[in-house]
């Protein structure tokens, strides 16, 4: 679970960030949970779950 993980980072490792998010993910099967406000970061995952509100949207 990681709560903004990138919210200070530069594009560069941002990008170190998500690649070793993503190997641990497939390399231990396991699933993440991410909160950020980062467009891009969101988009380069498998699915996007967004709040509205305090609501599911």
Do not use: W
């Given at each position: 679970m990681?709560?903004?993980p990138?919210?200070?980072?530069d ?10 998010f ?6 231990q099967?396991i ?8 467009d ?10 967004k ?7």
């Amino acid at each position: 679970m990681g709560d903004e993980p990138t919210g200070n980072l530069d594009s560069k490792n941002t990008n170190i960030v998500f690649d070793i998010f993503r190997e641990l993910a497939t390399e231990q099967n396991i699933s993440l949970i991410v909160i950020t406000h980062d467009d891009d970061f969101a988009h380069k995952n498998d699915r996007i779950i967004k709040l509205e509100d305090g609501r599911i949207v």
